[in-house]
């Protein structure tokens, strides 16, 4: 059952966050003009998706929640506490594994390999500049077709039609690195790109990088299995 429709898990679930942002300190903090207050930090923001991530694996059942009342709440106002940059896969939907949360909880950012152009990169800067979300994650998952298709690119020379191309030849530098290495070239692709995705995120946004420097903002990258529903959090890029 969700934490959502469980009232003694999301009981337990408050209870963890308010104590979190206790131990660190962010309770009376203000943000700045524009921003807004940051409900939990960004390592308890983590914690948070570790544990609904573990529970959506052994108990992946779904519920009915209270969408009506919940629906009112946020239509006034939002306060993520996550940011989510995945494919746009069908098999990755980041509400579901991690945990069945709520309405208003992730900002979620997807596109077909998980990967941060323009569009993605601002929507990310949104999210930690405007609405104060402390944590930002790059999820890549087993058996991605844009990482395939920028696989096949390196190793046969596909000409990919359309838009598609572009699109994948951003994943290609992830693929080259990782080309005759040891381990499944697919999946050391996944993980190389994602990495590569958080870095440049963390490097190449003024925004990201400042809010980082000031112990407000942290990326992380991971790897999300089909099969078992594992959700695999590989690094972290520091400030």
Known sequence: MCPVCDNSGRRSFLSYSVAG???SGLIGWTA?????????????????????????????????????GRRADVAKG????????????????????FGGVGLGELFVARNAGNMADTATMGTIEYAAEHLGV??????????CGAVLAACEVVE??????????????AIVPAAIS???????????????SAKRTAAKIASQSKIVEELMHH??????YGRYDL?????????????
Not at 78 to 97: G, K, N, Y
Not at 135 to 143: A, D, S
Not at 227 to 239: I, N
């Open 227 to 239: 099969a078992s529903g594992v959700v695999d959090f590989l690094s972290e890029q520091r400030g």
């Open 178 to 192: 990782v080309h005759g290495k040891p381990g499944d070239f697919i999946d050391n692709t996944v993980r190389e």
């Open 156 to 169: 046969k020379h596909t000409k990919l039609p359309g838009s598609i191309g572009p699109m994948v030849d």
């Open 32 to 68: 700045a003009p524009g921003r807004a207050a940051i409900p939990v930090s960004a390592d308890q923001a983590l914690a948070n998706l570790i544990e609904g991530n573990a529970r959506f694996v052994s108990a992946p059942q779904l519920c009915e929640a209270n969408m009506t």
């Open 134 to 143: 402390p944590l930002i994650v790059v999820l890549g998952h087993q058996n």
């Open 215 to 220: 112990g407000k903002v942290k990326v992380v």
């Open 21 to 23: 942002i206790a131990a």
């Open 78 to 97: 939002q306060s993520p506490w996550a940011t989510i940059l995945t494919c746009s896969d069908s098999r990755v939907p980041p509400e579901l594994i």
